[in-house]
């Protein structure tokens, strides 16, 4: 009877062991295998607390009776370890490998790596084994990540597996049950937590599993085609351990229809994480709605906004005007290297949104205008404010004070009512505008109301429209006429250069106009006693101070010409004819006449030519 007890106690003993092996926090590979002669690999996990991190490391062997140390990290190796084993600890990712090599068959057994002064601290159990086979069978791809948080696991086939299904599965005793798969199918227990998205390169898919549960811990395949069947496949360990690093997240949210919901999505602020997202989640990937550098889908335009707090390690994603299609789950994201991914499930529930405003508003230009927004009485000692939505967020107006923008926030906390004021709506003003609330620094209900600015219907200004639209076509017409037209662009670029080159010539022109002017004047003056003459087609300037004779042989004295005198000036065509008695009246002799007289004074001078009485003779 004594030895039956003994037994049972043992057996007790043993399975309590098991199960505290089973629970702690240390984890790595169940079984690892090395060829004769070569040497192994084993990395063994832990929490990344500061007291583990400082914490002695250890390899030992079991037996009977206890497990022997082979190595650790105090600089302890066993002699028959000596110049073939070494332990390396990495406290900042939360792992410590030791690696042995010349492996032979007495190096096969049990062991176990742990934490601890001795063995009886945290620890796991390894078993060893020692082949002589070239073939090494195929081992688990290990994956720690605590309670609540996420894992990503990568599976990549070749292209020759491009086109088959691609699963996860989780491994019992006996089958393997999909998780989920490219077809649609997924656990139930699963949904809204994991996510299968393909990769760039054909033939690998990438699988994210988030809200990890003590219960998802264990041996998965993920492969491609059907297990058991055609295709290739992978396994991959699981641990999930409990932990407070990563905070439990908001399972389930609930809003009403035209209402809004926020949520906090956590990061580790001391990593370089870049890229922060939000997603809506689907059987066949997720959708992203929102990212950190602007991107909001068309769709939600208005509808969502980011709030980023780096000194805390979170953001706050809000989404306001709900509806039925709204209903599911999202996922916050980033790219960090311990991803803290986390899923949330919305629910539309039947209610009246708490913060009450007009869904639109038309205003008129360089009039005055007051938004109004109600809130009940639970929010009467919470921060209420306006803002101005824009793709990068949606920071709060200036609380009753006037800001820059001519704008005016005010609260009547009598009658529960929170104003936005325009002095004068200007079209820049059109837009999104959210009333809101907030509380110790977190986020709460929004309301949103889009403000539609039409412009000042008065005569003049519709005088003034219509003659700058007139001018805008005729431009544009005289710019794109023809099938070779330009486009608007080239049009408008091309009356630009036009617009500088006249700025440059006008000035120059004018210049250029007093210049000519000025010379005119000038000449004017210094030839104030000269005339203009001809002689022949030739156009000279001659001072009259040049023939002193004229009065003595000019056409005042020429009382031998005929009444009839004809004088050739220029061409053959051009004539003069002075017609009159020399007693009774004078002939008006112009300049170009005089001058041709004088010049006949001076050749009767020279008697060079014949007189009038030769001439008859």
């Not at 032979?104 to 078993?127: A, E, P, T």
């Not at 990549?156 to 999909?178: E, H, I, P, V, W």
């Not at 000019?554 to 003069?576: F, L, P, S, W």
Request: net charge negative; charged share 20%; hydrophobic share 30%.
């Amino acid at each position: 009877m004594a030895l039956l007890f003994f037994i049972f106690l043992l057996t007790f003993v043993q399975d309590e062991s098991t199960a505290v092996l089973s629970s702690s926090p240390i984890f790595g590979p169940k079984q690892v295998t090395g060829l004769l002669g070569g040497s192994i690999t084993v990395k063994c996990f832990y929490p990344r607390s500061n007291v583990n991190r400082h914490s002695r490391k250890y390899w030992c062997k079991e037996s009977t009776r206890r497990c022997s140390t082979l190595i650790s990290t105090s600089g302890y190796v066993a002699p028959e370890f000596t110049n073939r084993a070494s332990i390396t600890d990495f406290p900042e990712n939360g792992i410590f490998i030791i690696e042995i090599s010349e492996l032979g068959r007495r190096d096969m057994g049990q062991y176990k790596c742990g934490i601890g002064l001795n063995d009886k601290g945290l620890s796991f159990r390894v078993q060893l084994d020692v082949s002589e086979d070239s073939v090494m069978p195929d081992e688990a791809q290990l994956f720690y990540t605590e309670q609540h948080g996420s894992l990503t696991m990568t599976c990549d086939f070749g292209n020759q597996y491009a086109s088959f299904r691609k699963y996860l599965c989780k491994m019992s005793k006996t089958s393997c049950s999909t998780v989920i798969d490219t077809h649609g199918n997924i656990d139930p227990s699963y949904k809204g937590r994991i996510l299968l998205t393909y990769l760039d390169i054909p033939g690998s898919f990438q699988i994210i599993m988030t809200l990890l549960k003590k219960e998802d811990s264990g041996l998965y395949l993920c492969g491609a085609g059907n297990y058991g069947a055609e295709g290739e496949s992978k396994k991959l360990d699981v641990h999930v351990y409990e932990g407070a690093l990563v905070p439990k997240g908001q399972p389930i949210l609930s809003g009403v229809q035209g209402g809004s919901v926020s949520v906090e999505c956590h990061y580790d602020p001391k990593e370089n994480v870049t890229i922060k997202y939000w997603c809506k989640w689907r059987e066949h990937g997720c959708i992203q709605l929102i990212h950190n550098f602007g991107y909001v889908l068309d769709s939600y335009e208005g509808r969502i906004v980011m709030h980023d707090d780096p000194e805390n390690g979170t953001y706050t994603i809000i989404l306001n005007q709900l509806n039925e299609a709204d209903a599911g789950y999202y996922w916050c994201m980033t790219d960090g290297q311990h991803e803290r991914k986390s899923t949330a499930e919305l629910k539309i529930v039947e209610g009246q949104p708490s913060l009450a405003v007009d869904n639109e508003i038309h205003a008129v230009a360089s009039s005055p205008l007051t938004i109004s927004c109600t809130y009940p009485c639970k929010y009467a000692h919470y921060e209420k404010y306006w803002c101005k939505w824009k793709n990068t967020g949606c920071e709060p107006l200036i609380s009753s004070d006037q800001n820059e923008a001519s704008l005016v926030v005010t609260c009547d906390k009598a009658s529960r009512i929170l104003s936005l004021k325009f002095d004068q709506v200007v079209p820049t003003d059109q837009g999104w505008y959210w009333c809101g609330v907030r509380h110790a620094g977190h986020y709460g209900e929004t309301s949103a109301v889009y403000l539609q600015v039409q412009g000042d219907s008065s005569p003049n200004e519709e005088l003034s429209s219509r003659i700058n639209s007139e001018n805008r076509d005729s431009l544009l017409n005289n710019g794109n006429e023809g099938p070779g037209a330009e486009s608007s662009a080239d049009g408008h670029e091309e009356r630009k250069n036009t617009t500088v080159v006249l700025s440059v010539l006008l000035p120059l022109g004018v210049v250029f106009l007093l210049l000519v002017t000025l010379g005119v004047v000038v000449k004017l003056r210094l030839f104030k006693n000269s005339d203009l003459v001809s002689v022949a087609s030739y156009r000279t300037n001659i001072s009259m101070t040049d023939f002193e004779n004229v009065r003595q042989y000019g056409a005042k004295d020429n009382v031998c010409m005929e009444e009839d005198h004809e004088t050739q000036i220029g061409r053959m065509d051009e004539y003069i004819t002075t017609t009159g008695s020399p007693k009774s009246k004078k002939a008006k002799r112009g300049s170009k006449e005089e001058v041709e007289m004088a010049y006949t004074t001076v050749l009767l001078k020279d008697n060079t030519i014949p007189t009038r009485s030769s001439q008859e003779q």
